[in-house]
Structures are given as C-alpha cells and as structure tokens.
C-alpha cells in the first residue's frame, strides 16, 4: 500500500541555519503530496502542497520540490526562525484510491533556538 | 478560506459520561470528514472516515459503538465518545475534504483536548 517516510526527529537548529527534513514516498500512479505542520496544542495547518512531478509547492520561505524519479518532496527553509518550532508531516494523497485519507508520515520534531 | 472549526477546543468530563465534538467546515461543503486521534508526540491515528448521508467507516479497532460519528450535513460532522473512560483521554482532530472544487486537500480542525477523570 501507499506509505510516506519522512526522517526522524527531533531536530534541533540555530536560528537562521539551513532546514531540510527528508520525506520519501510509495505509491501508485501519481499522487498529490504535502507537508503540514502543527504548532503545539494545534491542529494541523497546510503548509504546501504539489500535486505533480516537478512542481514546486512553497509557502512563508519553506519550498519542497515533487521529485518522481527519486520519489521525495524534501522540505526546505534557508533560515529558519523560533517560531518555526513545530511538527512536521509529510503526506500523500493518492487520486488512483477514490476518496480515501491522507496518508501521513509520523513526522519530524523541528525545535529553533535562538 | 478552507475554515474548519471543533467544538469544544477542550473538555474535562468524569468516567462514564458522553462527550460530543462537533466538526464544522466553515467556507465550504464538505462530503467527506476524517476523525484522527493523537497521542502526545506521536503521529495522527485514522479512527474513522466520515461520508454526509451514509454510515461512517471505521478503521479496525476502533468501536463504533464507542466512537459515534454522525455526518448530518455538508458542513457539520459529530464524533460523541461514549461512556467515557480516562483511556480515552486524548486529542481528537477531525479533518474535511472539499466536494469537487479545491480537490484532494484535507484541512484541518484546530483538535481537542478530551481529559476524562
């Protein structure tokens, strides 16, 4: 079945260092793919999303590129701030599958110190 | 646009009690919910994908006769937690799909918290 794998956390960074959380994925035809991201007591928000190969979904300085060949959609920031702080979670929804969930990644920890 | 409401954001109810939490899509109609449930530091639990007008499916292992869901409209979605116990305590997100229109995004409720004592 469909499956996302994202790198494990935590993370931890100095505000202003470079961010990358890897996220791979599995499965058929041609999935849509997301990252979402939860502050702490929250639900979750949409943080960006490509729905085919070589988009690039991007949103308040984070970019993730749709990569068939490798299967990836890595998360990216140039320079992260503290109030980046938060979960992330890498997701895929598969069209191919009719109207079923998202499929999630079990996220990656992301702490910013200053 | 793309609002998802609960309510309540949080609720503390005794041992054996019920607890409903409602679900709203705010800007938009919603033929699809989700319920999740989360563990502290842990990933979303699927507990059951909810379709306006017909039964809910439920993921294995949960009970539906705990776990109540009904989706009344195209906008309003109800998970009622019944005969609560303190095993139950956790936070409870719900999600919508939009009908057609924006397609595959599921957006997300802000969760909440249930404490049962």
């Known amino acids: 079945g469909d499956s996302v794998t994202q790198m494990e956390g935590p993370v931890t960074l100095s505000e202003e260092a470079f961010l990358t959380i890897n996220c791979t994925y599995t499965?058929?035809?041609?999935?849509?793919l997301f990252w979402y991201v939860q502050y702490p007591g929250e639900g979750l928000q949409l943080l960006l999303k490509?729905?085919?190969?070589?988009d690039k979904g991007s949103n308040k300085g984070f970019e993730a590129t749709y990569r068939k060949e490798t299967t990836s959609f890595h998360l990216e920031k140039g320079s992260v701030q503290v109030s980046d702080s938060a979960v992330y979670f890498c997701a895929l929804n598969n069209r191919n599958s009719g109207n079923t969930p998202l499929v999630f990644g079990k996220g990656t920890r992301l702490s910013v110190i200053a | 646009g793309a609002v998802v409401s609960q309510h309540p954001s949080w609720v503390i109810c005794k041992s054996g009690t019920s607890v409903k939490i409602e679900c709203r899509s705010l800007?938009?109609?919603?033929?699809?919910m989700f319920w999740y449930r989360q563990f502290p530091k842990q990933s979303l639990m699927l507990m059951a994908t909810s379709n306006e007008g017909s039964k809910a499916t439920y993921e294995q292992g949960v009970e539906k006769d705990k776990f109540l869901i009904n989706h009344a409209s195209l906008t309003l979605s109800t998970l009622t937690v019944t005969s609560a116990h303190p095993e139950d305590s956790s936070f409870y997100i719900c999600?919508?799909?939009?009908?057609?229109?924006?397609?595959?995004?599921?957006?997300f409720g802000p969760g909440t918290r249930l404490t049962v004592l």
């Open positions: 490509a729905t085919k190969a070589d």
């Open positions: 800007d938009f109609q919603a033929t699809t």
């Open positions: 999600s919508a799909r939009e009908a057609g229109g924006r397609g595959d995004t599921q957006y």
């Open positions: 499965a058929t035809g041609y999935p849509s």
